[in-house]
């Protein structure tokens, strides 16, 4: 059956999805519905995965630097971070009104809700400008359940700050005639991009290439352009994008944090590649150039059959943009990471959705059965569920892998008081501050093990008289040998009580100030021992009262110990008896385990 044309001006009683379908510019009432539910499917998804998707290291690293903004800190000189500020210093103001809590994480997802829905906005936008409708809205419904793009853009991050931004950009520059203020607000956003990341960069250059690729093959006199209003424009445009990067390192150098900005955004980024030992090989930046090839006359077509000059531009444009940024992705940026695409995705997939758009036509003039099918609904329907069923079966939303970040932070709170110091990672305890400053990412640790970055872990510990560790594996085993001994000799792992261990964070591992006491003796009472970290400690056993001489006086509970040896003499407490920093002895955490929590009955 195919659907008459419907006008965009209809009957009262015309249904809503007949006049959704004239809106968009759909085949009929079928279509919208479908759009309408995949979108509902699409919102629904997203929240469900916001609540179980596993927390990325950078979400709690980013949270980290923005908590340091409330509390007083100052990024780069209290805070090792190689970001802009941007992200951090506009979000600080909504980490303060949440306050220190457990779930803080996934409040932040939900705030950056918004930013999402710039995007697909945009996203929208620019394929209703470039194509239609019916490309925007089917270009917004695919990108958001494409997995790569889904599961991404989720996570609090600054590149779903910076992303949509981007987008904004781009939606600014080609939603209508290039003029002085339009190249001043698209010159901001730009800058604003600048003010969140440095990667920024890769904007400009396929921003240049796109303008004159496009320029060239479109022809600068068909879409009315004099060189004056060129250079009007671009001066207007570089002037505001420099406004924003201006302002931050002007704030930096006058507060005489410069060469801490400086090292953190600019060399540290530089040196990274040289870190990590990696080498850009040659073959990515013939590959890169023969693909742009291939785009730019892929574009040349674009452009010839689109009759309208300023719409074959603005097509052209759009796309040498897309390309030229992933194109400028692999030829020259070392260290890609999937976040990196994020700016691509969405500018793509207005293509894509095209394309799948115009061969869902062509196949639906056919008489098979699968023709039929796509003539009701259209082929994009079955990409998008496509899309969903993969991101089922790849990462299923029924296996909770977000919790063990939760609660993680629940027993910090739990264990530590707001001036103590711990050691992480990278930030991942949010709260409270790190007794280290570099965050120990793969490249840190490799320059750490090559001497490029000295190693002061276990001095910075002892300094601060760090009692709490928290060890993320897959992380700490490329450290050195001599701080995996430090930590080993001098923290103990802990957990709740009645609590197995790893119970709750199979990937991570809480450890206190302690250790294992054994006699000196086979069978004797005499127990010497070493304190490195100076701190109250208790002597505990897992189930009786300790009794005892600690370093010839009565022992009768927590007491300070200085650094150095100090021996105790027991007199009761079993055979397993360990030396424990008080305060986590005092909130219920141990290092003697049981398999299972005491009966309640």
Partial sequence: MVFPRIRSVTVPSASLSRRGAAYFGMSGPPECIAVASLFALMIVFRIVNMLHYQ????????????????????????????????????????????????????WMRFVLLLMYGIAAWCTYRIGALLFSRRVGVWAVILVGLYPEYHFTSLEFR?????????????????????????????????????????????????????????????????????WAQLARCGTAFVTTTLIVPGVIMAFFALKGLWP???YCVFDFNVLAPAIANEHHSARFLVISSIAFAC????????????????????????????????????SSWVLRTPQDYLPFYP??????????????????????????????????????LLFLSISLVTKPFWNDSSREETDLLQSILTITNPNDYVFDCYGETVFRQRCCRPVLETITLKGIRRRIIPDTLAQDCIETNTCVAVITKGRTHLGTKIFKMFVSQNYLPVDRDFVSPNYSWPNREIRVAGAF??????????MDFEVVIPARYEIIAPDD???GLLDGSSYEGA???ERGKHTFVKTSGGQNIALLWAQAADRHFTPFYRRHPPSRS
């Fill in 545 to 547: 009262p300790v009794t």
């Fill in 55 to 106: 927390f990325d290291s950078d979400e709690p690293q980013h949270l980290h630097v923005i908590w340091g903004w409330v509390h007083g800190f100052v990024q780069y000189r209290d805070l090792f971070d190689n970001h802009m500020p941007l992200f951090h210093i506009a979000l600080a103001p909504v980490v303060a009104l949440i306050g220190e809590r457990a779930t803080i994480l996934y």
């Fill in 260 to 262: 801490e900005f400086r």
């Fill in 559 to 561: 007491r300070f110990l």
């Fill in 158 to 226: 600054t590149d779903n700050l910076w992303g949509p931004l981007w987008l904004l950009c781009i939606t600014v520059l080609v939603s209508g005639v290039l003029t002085v203020p339009r190249a001043l607000i698209a010159g901001l956003l730009l800058g604003l991009c600048f003010g969140v990341s440095m990667k920024s960069t890769l904007f400009v250059f396929s921003l240049l290439v796109a303008t004159a690729v496009t320029l060239f093959l479109v022809g600068r006199d068909k879409i009315g352009l004099s």
């Fill in 295 to 330: 785009v730019i006359y892929a574009t040349r077509q674009v452009i010839r059959v689109t009759s309208d000059p300023a719409l074959a531009f603005r097509r052209g444009f759009v796309l040498l943009t897309c390309t030229s940024y992933l194109a400028a992705l692999y």
């Fill in 517 to 526: 006491l054994s006699p000196a003796q086979p069978h004797g009472n005499r």
């Fill in 347 to 384: 500018l793509a997939f207005v293509f894509f959705t095209s394309a799948i758009i115009t061969v869902s036509a062509r196949f639906g003039s056919a008489n098979f059965a699968v023709a039929k099918a796509l003539r009701g609904v259209g082929l994009p329907a079955f990409v998008a």
